[in-house]
């Protein structure tokens, strides 16, 4: 994958990446009405995106509905963080 920040469509799993993955991870993190109570029912979102100031890969899964976060070296680092046991990240 490359760093460049095209517009990626999930994957087949339904994983975010690129430039879907960033908007939904900054949504997640700054909530709604600035009390991060959601209106609306959140849940099923991970994905990973590469954030160049940084020159990391954040990696995030909401679909317990905790927001985990964790930063990876390489992007297949963050996809194998993704898929790991039941198809969540590991704690």
């Not at 100031?53 to 930063?71: A, H, L, Q, S």
């Amino acid at each position: 994958m490359t760093h460049a920040s095209t517009l990626i469509t999930p994957t087949a799993k339904g994983c975010l990446l690129g430039d879907q993955a960033a908007a939904c991870f900054f949504h997640l993190a700054s909530g709604e009405s600035r009390s991060r109570n959601y209106r609306f029912a959140r849940g099923n979102e991970y994905g990973y995106y590469y954030e160049p100031r940084i020159r990391k890969w954040i990696t995030f899964d909401n679909r317990m509905g905790t927001f985990y976060v964790e930063i990876c070296d390489t992007d297949r680092e963050a996809e194998q963080l993704l898929t790991d046991g039941n198809g969540l990240l590991a704690a």
